[in-house]
């Protein structure tokens, strides 16, 4: 069944790669190779969970997916046509259909701008609609996030950080997208809004048949929002698959540490659990040696994880990892 859902985004050996600046220490056209031969797709109206440690590329994953970085090599589809290597005027119908919710919900809203300024600017720049026809659909877009019509002419600081969260997500919505890249978009939350959060995303996915890139490191709470999820280490893709098939059997032993991470409230279970400790070194980011990244940490490496790069390939059905053990 899966095979015959459509598309929406569809991402082949995408690479990011960030220069470095001569020093006198180093010299030479060095790079950070943030994303790296990256491949795989995203469902109209699911959410694609994305996952890894700090530093492994998602977030940079993310905002090259809708272009806010220029893409080393690589396609993005989206909705079936190559928008990697387009120019800004090539890329604006599709600026209106990708949008892009903050990890930061302080830093992401201009401090000198009121709430209606804010959501109007995506409109003002997409639409050809009148102010009187924007404001509608400004006040609209407000009860659906569960602000007021009197937050309007409010400024940022007067929010919450939940609450200036919220006006992210309005400001997203604003240009009626089909797909929203969610960068860390809870991370910056208590708890119990993080969960309000959630909820809201997805009655709105439900509502506007939405489509979302979930981009965290809160496993529990990925789980909970994602239909699949992958899970990156130091700009590769090790692991796909289905969100509750991922969490019952897991393949990669990044992964499988990963998982084993994740809090157990109840601490008579969390006492008698069995905790996958990753050990050693992460390696540099710039002098990358042939073979598998990870597996300087992994406790089942073999000879040809030194040699030889493994390619994500489907071991089940639905479910796909980089792993020379499979």
């Known amino acids: 069944m899966a095979e015959t859902r459509e598309k929406l985004v569809d991402v082949k050996n995408l690479k990011k790669y960030f220069p470095l600046k001569n020093s006198m220490f180093k010299k030479g056209n060095q790079v950070v190779k943030a994303v790296d031969d990256v491949s795989f797709h995203i469902y109209k109206g699911e959410t694609f969970g994305l996952v890894g440690e700090s530093g492994c590329g998602k977030s940079t994953l993310g905002r090259t997916l809708n272009r806010l970085y220029d893409p080393t090599a690589g396609e993005i589809c989206f909705d079936g046509n190559d928008i990697a290597s387009l120019n800004n005027k090539q890329l604006q119908p599709y600026r209106k259909r990708i949008q892009m919710i903050f990890q930061d919900p302080y830093s992401s809203l201009n401090p000198y701008m009121t709430v209606e300024e804010i959501i109007d600017e995506p409109l003002e720049i997409h639409t050809r609609l009148s102010k009187g026809e ?9 009860e659906k996030v569960g602000l007021k019509k009197e937050d309007m002419e409010k400024f940022p600081h007067e929010f919450s950080g939940g609450q200036r969260q919220r006006i ?21 939350l208590d708890v119990s809004i993080q969960a309000q959060v959630i909820n809201m995303l997805e009655d709105l996915q439900k509502e506007l048949n939405l489509t979302y890139l979930f981009v965290a490191h809160d496993l529990s709470m990925v789980r909970h929002i994602s239909d699949r999820i992958g899970v990156m280490y130091l700009g590769k893709m090790v692991e ?11 393949l990669h032993p990044y992964t499988q540490a990963l998982l084993s991470a994740i809090p157990i409230p109840d601490p008579i279970k969390a006492q008698n659990s069995k905790r996958e400790i990753i050990t050693g070194e992460l ?21 040809i994880c030194a040699e030889v790069d493994p390619t994500l390939k ?5 479910h796909f990892v980089a792993c020379h053990l499979y």
Do not use: H, Q
């Open 134 to 142: 924007r404001k509608k659909i400004i006040l609209d877009i407000l």
């Open 283 to 303: 390696p540099s980011p710039i002098e990358m040696e042939k073979g598998c990244r990870f597996r300087a940490r992994c406790p089942f490496a073999k000879p």
């Open 168 to 188: 992210g997500i309005a400001r997203a919505l604003s240009t009626n997208p089909d797909f929203i890249i969610c960068d860390e978009a809870i991370s910056a």
């Open 314 to 318: 489907e071991v089940e059905d639905g």
């Open 240 to 250: 796909i698959s289905k969100s509750d098939e991922l969490y019952a059997k897991p």
